[in-house]
């Protein structure tokens, strides 16, 4: 089946430790990623996209389509880093397109 | 601009009411898109519509509906309700089909079916 996954449902990490959220994806071709992150209280919100390779708020994600990975990484973690962080793909499955979300990885970057 | 926002925020029902929940995207947004997110499953795609049609269909059943308005407002509908429909309905706007500029998601609406 098509699916994203990210294996570690809680992270927790160090203020100024290097942080890395895993994100592997099950789809053939090249699918369009995403990563979205939600802070305490506040809307789910885009963080960045592969098809950009940009960086965003110091994090980076590289997409390695020989591991067909993902991964969402910061050399530094600060406290407001703090927060859920979803991995999405767009792709198509049945005839429809659509975004399909992993489970979230809950990170805590500890002072 | 102003943001995603969807009525109600917080809705009870139970079992067997309809309930109809709404949102209004970015203006400018033709597309929106409705998730279910629950604790057990996350966050799974409803349906997408763009410019009053749908596109785009996630695998849920046909209790679930929704429609989209010439001013791209959106509305969702659950007939017959079961107590499994207890979540938080997520919508979210986008320039393009299937979020493909990224999306920009409302608050969502929690919905408790008892």
């Known amino acids: 089946a098509q699916r994203v996954t990210q294996p570690e449902k809680l992270l927790s990490v160090f203020k100024g430790a290097p942080v890395e959220l895993k994100c592997n994806y099950s789809?053939?071709?090249?699918?369009?990623l995403f990563w979205y992150v939600q802070y305490s209280r506040q809307r789910l919100q885009l963080l960045l996209r592969h098809i950009s390779r940009e960086s965003i708020k110091g994090f980076t994600a590289d997409l390695n389509k020989g591991e067909t990975s993902f991964h969402l990484k910061k050399p530094f973690a600060q406290e407001e880093d703090s927060a859920m962080y979803y991995c999405a793909a767009r792709t198509t499955q049945g005839g429809s397109e659509k975004l399909v979300f992993g489970k979230g990885t809950k990170l805590t970057v500890n002072p | 601009k102003a943001g995603v926002t969807q009525t109600p925020r917080y809705l009870i029902k139970t079992r067997g009411q309809q309930v109809t929940l709404s949102c209004s995207p970015i203006?400018?947004?033709?597309?929106v898109s409705w998730y279910q997110q629950t604790p057990g499953q996350g966050l799974q795609f409803l349906f997408e519509?763009?410019?009053?049609?749908?596109?785009n269909k996630g695998n849920f059943p046909g209790r679930f509906s929704g429609r989209q308005f010439s001013n791209s407002r959106s509305e969702m509908n659950v007939s017959t309700l079961e107590l499994g429909d207890s979540a938080l309905y997520l919508c979210?706007?986008?320039?393009?089909?299937?979020?493909?500029?990224?999306?920009?998601f409302g608050p969502g609406t929690r919905l408790t079916v008892l």
């Open positions: 789809y053939s071709g090249s699918p369009e």
């Open positions: 519509y763009f410019s009053e049609t749908q596109r």
């Open positions: 979210a706007s986008s320039l393009l089909l299937t979020g493909g500029s990224g999306q920009f």
């Open positions: 203006s400018g947004h033709r597309s």
